[in-house]
T-cell receptor
Framework: DVKVTQSSRYLVKRTGEKVFLECVQD?????MFWYRQDPGLGLRLIYF???????EKGDIPEGYSVSREKKERFSLILESASTNQTSMYLCASSLYGTSLSSQYFGPGTRLTVT | RKEVEQDPGPFNVPEGATVAFNCTYSNSASQSFFWYRQDCRKEPKLLMSVYSSGNEDGRFTAQLNRASQYISLLIRDSKLSDSATYLCVVKEHPNTDKLIFGTGTRLQVFP
């Protein structure tokens, strides 16, 4: 089974702090994704990466950056956390380039910014 | 207009009932289609892919209507354990592995 793990299930940070969310997958997937999920808005793509050191902006990249130094690890960085970044953050991975390739999700990190 | 639209529900049905969800998508060039299931406070998990000819997996049947740009999910003989949010998911372009998620339809099965 594919396993996607995230560094924390719950996180509380203060406004202005730099926040790192880590994601690791063990299935040698090329693609990795970061989403946030908010009530009524569904899953929104922040950034994704299809290879080491490659990244592409998703629909809501403002206020976030990412890092992919190794194939299995994809980090989401909040440079200066703000209260509107309080959300559930979900990481996912998938195989590259197959039409029926579905995404496998980690358990999520519920981030609260106070 | 949203790229993928679903009725948010909730759909409240008794055990044993048959329930159907529909989903519409805006991009006629969309390539692949999926249904995901998300339990409360858990991550989404793939329920089934949706094939052009329609497909069945046990009590679950998925249909695709490209002409009308909608996807459906039918659940027969509902179980209490089917209570969850069902997400309609579309892959729009052949050159990207990005997926577009609907906001989900909540199902509550009661005894």
């Amino acid at each position: 089974d594919v396993k996607v793990t995230q560094s924390s299930r719950y996180l509380v940070k203060r406004t202005g702090e730099k926040v790192f969310l880590e994601c690791v997958q063990d299935m040698d997937h090329e693609n990795m994704f970061w989403y946030r999920q908010d009530p009524g808005l569904g899953l929104r793509l922040i950034y994704f990466s299809y290879d080491v050191k490659m990244k592409e902006k998703g629909d809501i990249p403002e206020g976030y950056s990412v890092s992919r130094e190794k194939k299995e690890r994809f980090s989401l960085i909040l440079e200066s956390a703000s209260t509107n970044q309080t959300s559930m953050y979900l990481c996912a991975s998938s195989l590259y380039g197959t039409s029926l390739s579905s995404q496998y999700f980690g358990p999520g990190t519920r981030l609260t910014v106070t | 207009r949203k790229e993928v639209e679903q009725d948010p529900g909730p759909f409240n049905v008794p055990e044993g009932a048959t329930v159907a969800f529909n989903c519409t998508y805006s991009n006629s060039a969309s390539q692949s289609f999926f249904w995901y299931r998300q339990d409360c406070r858990k991550e989404p998990k793939l329920l089934m892919s949706v094939y052009s000819s329609g497909n069945e997996d046990g009590r679950f049947t998925a249909q695709l209507n490209r002409a009308s740009q909608y996807i459906s999910l039918l659940i027969r003989d509902s179980k209490l354990s089917d209570s969850a949010t069902y997400l309609c998911v579309v892959k729009e372009h052949p050159n990207t592995d990005k997926l577009i998620f609907g906001t989900g339809t909540r199902l509550q099965v009661f005894p």
